[in-house]
């Protein structure tokens, strides 16, 4: 198995305020549990600049202008109530891009087995007219238009475990039959959508989890809910918006996973991916806000994507 890593070396420009939960830390903590040695396999590349006008693709026709127009000369300017940009957000936000589109061509060409984005910051909150939840442009949301666009991809199969509803995805997606969106959130939680009533077109799979429920809800409600749903969707790309705040020591939520609850779920991903998607697997950091258990939990996850393996924690 061959896994990308792609990383963000223009990380720390997208600056949000002293004290904020979206901060670089969160990469400098990815970046120094994937410098162990047991990553030393790891096909590691830098992200290129990507095409900011992407975000058209998924966006209303005025929603980079609105991002420029709030866009600080120096300092920082704010969105919402905790929604940052500063002055040298939009250029992470293209390297990001960068590094989704990237890693979506060296899946598609067979270079690599699948692929994993670290990036900042996250995306899947961003909706069609309305940046928030700390997110500007949707990511994954532009690579999944692109797939289509550029490899012909019919049907896309994305995959959210971030502790919050990807409201942003959903709302982009949620009337295209071509693009399937399932999503295991913390319900009551931010930004307080996510009810499985909301089906789309028949390609919206939204399952609430209880607090404090830990990792046997979620192999339930994967195992009985999401893979049979993305099944019968049949796609040939699988997608996944890899968010680590559900982790026991996350501030802003209170799901209890453990570091092997982030492998068990992978490897089931990737089992999927083999089954159903000719081994086409690509992954975008979203959440996770603390540094212990972001670093800890996309370890979990990039030694699952190596192996197939629900890996052990890294000692």
Not at 51 to 77: F, K, M, Q
Not at 83 to 88: K, L
């Amino acid at each position: 198995m061959t896994t990308l890593l792609v990383s963000q070396r223009n990380f720390d420009a997208h600056v949000t305020p002293h004290g904020h939960p979206e901060r670089p830390d969160r990469l400098r903590a990815v970046e120094e549990a994937l410098d162990h040695p047991a990553f030393g396999a790891l096909r590691r590349e830098d992200a290129p600049s990507g095409d900011l006008s992407l975000a058209e693709l998924v966006h209303g026709p005025r929603y980079l202008a609105t991002l420029r127009n709030a866009r600080p000369a120096e300092g920082i300017g704010q969105l919402d109530a905790d929604t940052f940009i500063a002055s040298g957000s939009l250029d992470v936000c293209s390297t990001g891009i960068g590094a989704g589109l990237r890693a979506l061509d060296a899946v598609l060409l067979g270079e690599v087995d699948n692929a994993f984005c670290a990036i900042r910051p996250p995306g899947h909150h961003a909706e069609i007219d309305r940046p928030m939840g700390f997110c500007l442009v949707n990511t994954i949301a532009i690579v999944a238009r692109e797939a289509q666009r550029k490899y012909g991809a019919e049907r896309i199969a994305i995959v959210d475990f971030d502790v919050h509803h990807g409201n942003g995805t959903e709302d982009i997606f949620k009337d295209d039959p071509s693009v399937f969106y399932a999503s295991s959130h913390q319900m009551p939680l931010y930004p307080g959508t996510g009810a499985p009533s909301v089906t789309g077109v028949g390609n919206i799979c939204n399952v609430p989890l209880d607090p404090h429920t830990g990792g046997e809800a979620m192999r339930a409600a994967y195992a009985d809910v999401i893979f049979p749903a993305m099944a019968d969707f049949a796609p040939d790309l699988l997608l996944v918006s890899a968010g680590f705040d559900a982790d026991h020591r996350d501030p802003l939520a209170q799901l209890d996973w453990l570091p092997a609850d982030f492998g068990w779920l992978t490897a089931r991903l990737l089992e999927f991916a083999d089954r159903r998607c000719g081994n086409r697997l690509v992954s975008l950091l979203e959440g996770g806000y603390d540094r212990d258990g972001l670093a800890e939990g996309a370890a979990a996850h990039v030694a699952s994507l190596m192996t197939g393996n629900a890996a052990p924690p890294l000692r």
